[in-house]
């Protein structure tokens, strides 16, 4: 999607993602989140969405437990890294907008999106992405706490926080999770000691 920024010039997300991540040999850490190692405990292995996938550790982690993986994100150069990185595991990895574009797929055991961004403006994002979630399925939101988000010099309150996910689900939904963590590792440069940790399920059929 193209926005426009004070000056009016045009700005392509995908693009600037792709210069990010082609300036480094890699964005993020291989590790996997927390959260979603304590948050999928017990549940059994079936269709996982994993939005912003960014270079595959959570969606890799996934795979090697069973799950059906369909890995989204913005950034074709990410997905073919986390693809090479990723070799023979068995994920969907697939470039989308979630602005614009639809979710890739629907029914899905678990939808996680782990510090993926949403603006205000854009919380429809949010509606997609809990239409998403299976009849029994998981809804699992990580965000780094606002604290952390204000030292890196963004206003947490201009995006749609983890626990705003409540507002939005249907009736019968259960909310499993919504709390700060210690991370365990800072990451940041040690700015975002905690997380905020969102996780529901939707009623089964």
């Given at each position: 999607m193209n926005l426009r920024v004070g000056d009016d010039r045009p700005v392509d997300r995908a693009a600037e993602w792709d210069e990010r991540y082609g300036n480094a040999d890699r964005l993020w850490t291989a590790d996997v989140n927390p959260a979603l190692i304590v948050e999928t405990e017990g549940l059994s292995p079936g269709t996982a969405l994993d939005v912003g996938s960014g270079e595959g550790a959570?969606?890799?982690?996934?795979?090697?437990?069973?799950?059906?993986?369909?890995?989204?994100?913005?950034?074709?150069?990410?997905?073919?890294?986390?693809?090479?990185?990723?070799?023979?595991?068995?994920?969907?990895?697939?470039?989308?907008?979630?602005?614009?574009?639809?979710?890739?797929?629907?029914?899905?055991?678990?939808?996680?999106?782990?510090?993926?961004?949403?603006?205000?403006?854009?919380?429809?994002?949010?509606?997609?992405?809990?239409?998403?979630?299976?009849?029994?399925?998981?809804?699992?939101?990580?965000?780094?706490?606002?604290?952390?988000v204000r030292a890196h010099g963004f206003d947490p309150d201009a995006y749609v926080q983890p626990g705003d996910f409540g507002g939005l689900?249907?009736?019968?939904w259960e909310v499993l999770a919504d709390e700060v963590r210690p991370r365990g590792k800072a990451a940041g440069r040690g700015h975002h000691t905690h997380d905020v940790v969102f996780r529901a399920r939707r009623p089964a059929a």
């Open positions: 959570d969606a890799r982690w996934l795979a090697e437990r069973g799950w059906q993986v369909t890995a989204v994100d913005i950034s074709q150069v990410a997905l073919d890294r986390a693809r090479a990185i990723s070799g023979d595991l068995p994920i969907e990895w697939v470039r989308a907008d979630l602005v614009d574009d639809p979710v890739p797929g629907r029914d899905f055991e678990l939808v996680a999106l782990h510090y993926f961004p949403i603006p205000l403006a854009e919380i429809d994002v949010a509606r997609k992405l809990v239409g998403a979630v299976g009849p029994g399925g998981t809804l699992l939101v990580v965000a780094h706490a606002p604290e952390g689900l249907g009736a019968g």
